[in-house]
DNA sequence: ATTATATACAACAGATACGTTGTAAAAATT
DNA sequence: AATTTTTACAACGTATCTGTTGTATATAAT
């Protein structure tokens, strides 16, 4: 399924977009969830297909709403 | 962490109205995505945390938008 | 050059998603 | 009442998520 990895390259790339807007380093971020820099890093690579709650958290640390975070 | 279970209580029941809005049983959307019943189940009761792909699917199986399926 | 900062990759362990089978309960239809 | 349809619950196996540790690479700063 590369249409999988698509996809989940494509939401790696708009959490980068949005973090990056917001001047957060990955640690930055990563420390406000109470998660390390590695799990960001997997996310923004498009390494991992992300849980629901998850993603409300990253909405959360990045000051979104999870409308924002997934419209693209 | 009830705050994670509301959470999903909440999705389970967007799923659940919208799929009833479209006058569809559980089956019949399950296997519009090559799934089960009992995923469609245990996603609209709360019982599992879904991933990325798998509300993306979702959305498609219901015809709209992932953040239609998300806004509430 | 050394140090500090930011990002990337691999691997591990525990937990859980997801597909699946089996079954039961509830509701609707005849 | 009997049958059919719809939804719910449990358990199993495989896969993967998530947190974590360790490390590597690249860039910037002192």
Do not use: C, W
């Amino acid at each position: 399924m590369n249409e999988k990895k698509d996809l989940l390259l494509k939401l790696g790339s708009r959490v980068r977009d949005i973090r990056l807007s917001k001047g957060l380093t990955q640690t930055e971020l990563a420390h406000s969830l109470g998660k390390d820099q590695q799990s960001i890093q997997r996310l923004e690579t498009g390494n991992v297909n992300p849980s629901y709650i998850y993603l409300l958290q990253i909405a959360k640390g990045l000051n979104v709403e999870l409308n924002e975070l997934l419209n693209f």
